[in-house]
């Protein structure tokens, strides 16, 4: 297993959806043991061809979210960006609970929020009747916090990205119950 920057052992991630590998390949060239999965089978066999021979990467399962064809706790961390927006919030809570039984204790999720620039010129955009860009769900912290409880995680640290413009959180969670 990989090491953490604090020196803490990494075991085996599994990426949800991996699509093509683009986060796949990354963590594994870091070192950690990672396997991709995917609804596509298509998505995973351009990750398969690209990354082939990755060290680390440990394959590819085909899986729908809220269904993995995994044992309880088979992955150390679940880590799921760009994927969790597109999902209604019943879905996700579904979902995250899904990650959170195959996992042992993480998962690294990502979501967009409400308390950016970016959004807050979205919302006058609209109020001065400005076109706009197709919307994505954004959630304000209570509510992000309160769906993840209800998927039976907690959150440990948020990571904003780009601090004010960009509506991006990644979310380190824990799972609150042992499966």
């Known amino acids: 297993p990989a090491r953490t920057s604090s ?3 990494a075991g085996t991630i599994l990426d949800l959806p991996c699509g093509t590998g683009r986060f796949t390949g990354h963590l594994a060239r870091e070192g950690y043991d990672i396997v991709g999965s995917d609804i596509a089978m298509e998505m995973m066999q351009v990750a398969a ?3 082939r021979g990755t060290p ?3 394959g590819y399962v085909r899986a729908d979210a809220e269904r993995l064809p995994l044992r309880d706790g088979a992955v150390d961390c679940v880590i799921s ?3 969790l927006l597109h999902i209604d919030p019943v879905t996700r809570v579904s979902i995250v609970r899904e990650m959170a039984r195959v996992s042992t204790r993480w998962l690294i999720l990502d979501y967009r929020h409400k308390h950016s620039y970016r959004y ?3 919302r006058l955009r609209r109020a001065l009747g400005v076109p706009s860009a197709r919307k994505l769900p954004q959630v304000a912290r209570a509510e992000m916090t309160s769906e ?3 998927a039976e995680v907690r959150v440990t640290k ?3 990205v780009a ?3 960009s509506d991006k959180w990644v979310v380190l969670c824990e799972k609150t119950v042992s499966s």
């Open 163 to 165: 601090r004010f413009f």
């Open 56 to 58: 680390h990467l440990r």
């Open 120 to 122: 807050k010129m979205l």
């Open 81 to 83: 960006i760009r994927f």
């Open 49 to 51: 061809e690209q990354l």
């Open 148 to 150: 993840l409880a209800a």
């Open 158 to 160: 948020i990571f904003p």
């Open 7 to 9: 020196g803490h052992e």
